[in-house]
């Protein structure tokens, strides 16, 4: 399974590198069904792009998978993101009731996985995934810094 979250988790940066090129900030993710082995759907951060709070890349990609597999319960997929998702996405995936949660950099500040609110862990959360954390885990926290790094150079 190491292999193989490695491999979609390549897919995740490649898309968080296309966010950061629209200059979004650089979080790509994508849904899988490792039933049949398949991409249910693909995303990148674009709030700014769509003028909409909400569309961080994990639930654009919910958002697409929902429409792809005909229901909004998305029971026994798997969704990557190449950074650990907030409390609005872990939200989401609680209530999609996503089977696992596969991030890459760990989000100290933002993230509510591990860090912050620990959504899953809280007594009223009704759906907790599997959740993997630090999945090439220094790949995604370069490209975030360095994106960060050259947006503070670009406004000194």
């Not at 674009?46 to 792809?68: C, F, K, W, Y």
Request: glycine content about 8%.
């Amino acid at each position: 399974m190491a292999d193989e979250d490695e491999t979609l988790m390549r897919l995740a940066l490649s898309l968080a590198q296309e966010a950061a090129e629209a200059g979004e900030v650089p979080i790509g993710a994508l849904i899988y069904d490792p039933s049949s082995k398949t991409i249910v759907s693909c995303a990148k951060n674009a709030p700014i792009t769509l003028n909409d709070p909400s569309a961080h890349a994990e639930i654009l990609a919910m958002r697409e998978a929902g429409q792809v597999v005909g229901n909004y319960r998305l029971t026994d997929l798997w969704l990557y993101a190449t950074l650990e998702p907030c409390a609005m996405c872990a939200g989401a995936l609680s209530h999609a009731r996503i089977g696992r949660v596969i991030y890459g950099a760990a989000d100290p500040k933002g993230g509510a996985v591990d860090h912050g609110p620990k959504f899953f862990a809280q007594p009223t959360c009704h759906w907790r995934p599997e959740v993997t954390s630090g999945v090439l885990e220094a790949e995604s926290g370069t490209m975030l810094k360095d994106f960060f790094r050259q947006r503070r150079k670009s406004k000194g």
